[in-house]
């Protein structure tokens, strides 16, 4: 089979009643048996932090495409950190160069990332930040952070830079679901049903729209009526908080 990759974003239920954008976002790079996926999350505080969630997640997995067609494997932390230094550099571009504005830094740019890269030979999962992610059905929570602050690379420009968690994954590992810290909502309100691994199936990578359009749907109250008790019977959205996941299955590896 070919290496394949989707991803799916949704803005949750709560922040729908408020009446907020989505402040989640996800990118995915796939050529030939080279993938790269990467999810973002914005800080809740930030009033654009969308506009940093989606910059940051198509140019962190441009950085790591583009050093992984050079040959450098996914499994080297100096890719990472060169892709890490990359996006720090155009943030600080867009923020004032050697004046740094931080009230723009702080408005628009704070965000979490997760990420995944794959080649044939080897994957690696990358994140600054809280979130998740399933290797062939074995999921992995990252976070949560004392005082709810978690790590951003915007950090980086204030001399504040943050360890960032890195796992090099087994050479046999075929499906990676990665997250951001929204897919914690489906844990707790659908149980051994919630788990991050059940979007590491074929159909979420086979049709392209078939991850946000489960995430749609979990976003989404239930309403019925029950005509025995005559009366509307509601249950809250599976996912309150905005959340962005991606998928990669890798060419050429054993089924788990």
């Known amino acids: 089979m070919d290496t394949k990759a989707a991803s799916g974003v949704v803005t949750g239920a709560r922040h729908l009643r408020a009446a907020r954008n989505g402040q989640d976002a996800a990118a995915t790079i796939v050529d030939g048996e080279l993938a790269v996926a990467v999810v973002c999350d914005g800080c809740s505080a930030g009033a654009s932090s969308e506009v940093g969630a989606r910059l940051g997640a198509m140019l962190f997995a441009r950085a790591i495409a583009t050093r992984l067609a050079l040959g450098e494997p996914p499994s080297d932390p100096a890719l990472w950190a060169a892709a890490r230094a990359g996006v720090g550099r155009e943030l600080q571009r867009l923020t004032g160069g050697d004046a740094i504005e931080l009230g723009a830094l702080r408005e628009c740019f704070l965000f979490t990332i997760v990420a995944v890269a794959a080649t044939r030979e080897a994957a690696a999962v990358w994140a600054l930040g809280d979130g998740a992610y399933a290797v062939d059905g074995a ?14 690379l915007a950090y980086d420009l204030l001399g504040e830079a943050r360890a960032a968690h890195f796992e090099v994954l087994p050479a046999h590992a075929r499906t990676i679901v990665i997250a951001t810290d929204g897919a914690s909502d489906l844990a707790d309100a659908l149980g051994p049903d919630g788990d991050l691994a059940r979007f590491g199936g074929a159909r979420f990578v086979e049709h392209p729209d078939a991850l946000r359009r489960e995430l749609a749907r979990l976003a989404r109250a239930d309403e019925r009526i029950d005509w025995h008790e005559r009366r509307i019977v509601r249950a809250p959205a599976p996912l309150q908080d905005d959340c962005a996941i991606a998928v990669v299955r890798r060419a050429g590896q054993a089924a788990p």
């Open 139 to 152: 999921t992995r929570t990252l976070g949560p952070f004392d005082h709810n602050e978690p790590p951003y």
